[in-house]
């Protein structure tokens, strides 16, 4: 039974560029989760996702960041403009039901903003 | 603002001997408390979840709760150098959508 799987695992991208990282969550799983681990940081819940809705963005910054998870698909966290700071590691989890539900992280992907 | 503080470590205990862990949490109303473990560069790693006041174990995991005293830990039994990461303590706080709260995490080192 294939695990959260995230791609890319490594982004690259100069400041003003946009990143889109992609999370397919585990089988049979329909709950998604999006945390952010910036250096020698906790990591820091941004948005959790059901099919084709938003439960709670209450951690994602008010600009430049949006998330979707359609009914066909992957989830997709989506940064426009990135800048330095946006620099970090971040992990998609996923539950099969919603919470107090387990969740379990993906490999994350980490992203570099030059 | 809703809060879990472990200590930072790093923790260094002997091959063989237990490895206890702490954290506390700020929000009363917290019913659902995990721990993960996270190897450097890699992703966190449940082992264990605990809901009740008590113990729970899991091999030679012990997870306890105290609700009254916001406290939860983590014991390792008979600690191994692979035993040897950060250990998150990770709280769904109550009257949220179910997002965790992390610690910052406790960095164990297991010396052979």
């Known amino acids: 039974n294939a695990g959260v799987m995230q791609n890319p695992r490594h982004l690259v991208r100069r400041r003003g560029q946009e990143a889109r990282l992609r999370c397919s969550p585990m089988k049979g799983h329909s709950h998604v989760y999006w945390y952010r681990q910036l250096p020698e940081e906790g990591l820091k819940f941004m948005v959790y996702l059901q099919k084709e809705n938003i439960i709670d963005e209450s951690g994602m910054p008010k600009e430049r960041f949006s998330a979707e998870f359609p009914k066909e698909g992957p989830s997709i966290l989506r940064i426009q403009q990135v800048v330095r700071g946006d620099s970090a590691a971040y992990f998609c989890?996923?539950?099969?039901?919603?919470?107090?539900?387990?969740?379990?992280f993906g490999p994350g992907t980490r992203l570099l903003v030059l | 603002q809703k809060e879990v503080e472990q200590n930072s470590g790093p923790l260094s205990v002997p091959e063989g001997a237990i490895a206890s862990l702490n954290c506390t949490y700020s929000d009363r109303g917290s019913q659902s408390f995990f721990w993960y473990r996270q190897y450097s560069g890699k992703s966190p790693e449940l082992i264990m979840s605990?809901?009740?006041?008590g113990d729970k174990e899991d091999g030679r995991f012990t997870a306890q709760l105290n609700k009254a005293s916001q406290y939860v830990s983590l014991h390792i039994r008979d600690s191994q150098p692979s035993d040897s990461a950060t250990y998150l303590c990770?709280?769904?706080?109550?009257?949220?959508?179910?997002?965790?709260?992390f610690g910052k995490g406790t960095k164990l080192s297991v010396k052979p």
């Open positions: 990770a709280v769904i706080a109550g009257g949220s959508q179910g997002n965790l709260i």
């Open positions: 605990i809901y009740s006041n």
């Open positions: 989890a996923s539950s099969q039901q919603g919470p107090p539900e387990t969740q379990y």
